[in-house]
């Protein structure tokens, strides 16, 4: 047979010199690295933080800033639901005058532009005098719906204060992340 | 004996983590939490709060009280198996190692002399059981407690002296 296609031949000698220069063993040996760090790869120990603060860094932290707290993106305010207690008299961890705070709140976590690390914040409701009314604002960063109690916004965070009624939050830090 | 040099270790590591995140704030000093820390911050520490106090009539305190339940059998199962723990958004891991810290943490005094560890095993078979009515076991619980004198009358946790 004269007319053998000339990428047939082409083919041919290229395997032929894979087959000589290569075992099967060696192809067995590669291919085993390859399947054994698939595997492996998912369970070695990761930078718990960097989950956190790449989804931080994605979203409210874009726009966030470090100096006025009486705005709706003072960086602590990442899953602020609610009055801010700076803008009723208050601070961004104290009460204003006629509330108290409640010995209960959500833990979050927010990124701080200024240094790039995640701290946890307790968002926490003053409460025992009628609602704040000024400057509401909205953020929902890692909360969760409602029947997830302990991590949600929308819910009336001055359970174990001497009264329910609510006034406003403030946003506390417990630690770094 | 593995046990409780496991045991031993989480003593030692909850020691070092003591002290952690309180008036941080206000000395500047704002503390890097441990791992186990930040699940207990994350998913217990809102309501029972930083200190183990709780909220009178609400939520029970944890501090100086969680381990007496170690100390009657069916408290250790009510503390794998109250609805705080079963929800938690923790693997079964995750959720042994928080829970046996919590009580090292806050409550070393009171845990039974004889206590092993929590186990991942153990979270993960008594999370399938759910405890329907948290309230009235505990009431027994409590009750059982005062019985033995573990708890003078009229102390629940809930309700404590200092409660306004």
Known sequence: MGNENIFDRLFETASRRIAQRSSRRSLLARLGTVLVGAAVLPTLPVDRSGRFRKAHAQGFAEQAQTADDTQCNYWRYCAMDGYLCSCCNGGVTSCPPGSEPSPTSWIGSCLNPDDGQVYLIAYRDCCGKG????????????????????????????????????????AGIVGKA | MRRRAGLALLLALALLAAGGAGAAEETGEI??????????????????????????????????????????????????????????????????????????????????????????????????????????????????????????????????????
């Open chain 2, 31 to 164: 503390p890097r939490v441990s791992a186990v820390a930040e699940d207990f911050s994350r998913n217990c520490q809102g309501c029972h709060r930083a200190d183990g106090t709780g909220a009178c009539r609400t939520v029970p305190r944890i501090r100086d009280f969680v381990g007496l339940f170690t100390r009657i059998p069916e408290g250790r199962d009510y503390l794998l198996r109250v609805p705080g723990v079963v929800w938690a958004m923790l693997d079964d891991a995750r959720l042994a190692r928080v829970l046996n810290w919590m009580l090292v943490s806050y409550s070393r005094d009171e845990i039974a002399p004889d206590f092993t560890a929590f186990t991942e095993e153990e979270v993960r078979a008594a999370r399938k059981r759910p405890i329907a009515d948290v309230l009235e076991v505990r009431r027994g619980l409590i009750a059982e407690l005062q019985r033995r004198a573990l708890l003078p009358p009229g102390e629940d946790g809930l309700v404590s002296a200092g409660c306004d």
């Open chain 1, 131 to 170: 609602v704040c009314g000024q400057c509401p604002c909205l953020s929902t960063e890692g909360e969760m719906p409602v029947y997830r109690p302990q991590l949600s916004n929308d819910i009336d965070w001055c359970f174990g204060a001497r009264s329910m009624v609510y006034h406003c939050t403030g």
